[in-house]
């Protein structure tokens, strides 16, 4: 079981970035996926999430309106497209995967994590 997290980097504020996670082996079909970030210093924090049954999405209240996540099942994906970008955005971004199909609310945790890809908003 494996997600691969890619497409992180450096950007000005108020640019986009897009960070896309592949998952192989079982993990992807009727998981709900989600992302979090880690900023140098802090707590890991949730950032949105996507269930597996309606793709419904949650996201934190600080990415509101600027960040949308998606899934691709045919191509056992998750992505996230974050636009408007601040400096606090800085972090290193994660994938992660709950084995339920629908998790409501802020994640706490997950049952699976991918390692880390790097988002650098330069102000």
């Known amino acids: 079981v494996q997600l691969q997290a890619s497409g992180g980097g450096l950007v000005q504020a108020g640019g986009s970035l897009r960070v896309s996670c592949a998952a192989s082996?079982?993990?992807?079909?009727?998981?709900?996926m989600a992302w979090f970030r880690q900023a140098p210093g802090k707590e890991r924090e949730f950032v949105a999430a996507?269930?597996?049954?309606?793709?419904?999405?949650n996201y934190a209240d600080s990415v509101k309106g600027r960040f949308t996540i998606s899934r691709d099942n045919a191509k056992k994906m998750v992505s996230l497209q974050m636009n408007s970008l601040k400096p606090e955005d800085t972090a290193v971004y994660y994938c992660a995967a709950d084995r339920r199909a629908v998790v409501r609310g802020t994640w706490t945790t997950a049952d699976y994590w991918g390692q880390g890809t790097q988002v650098t908003v330069s102000s």
């Open positions: 082996g079982r993990v992807f079909s009727g998981y709900a």
């Open positions: 996507i269930n597996w049954i309606d793709s419904s999405t």
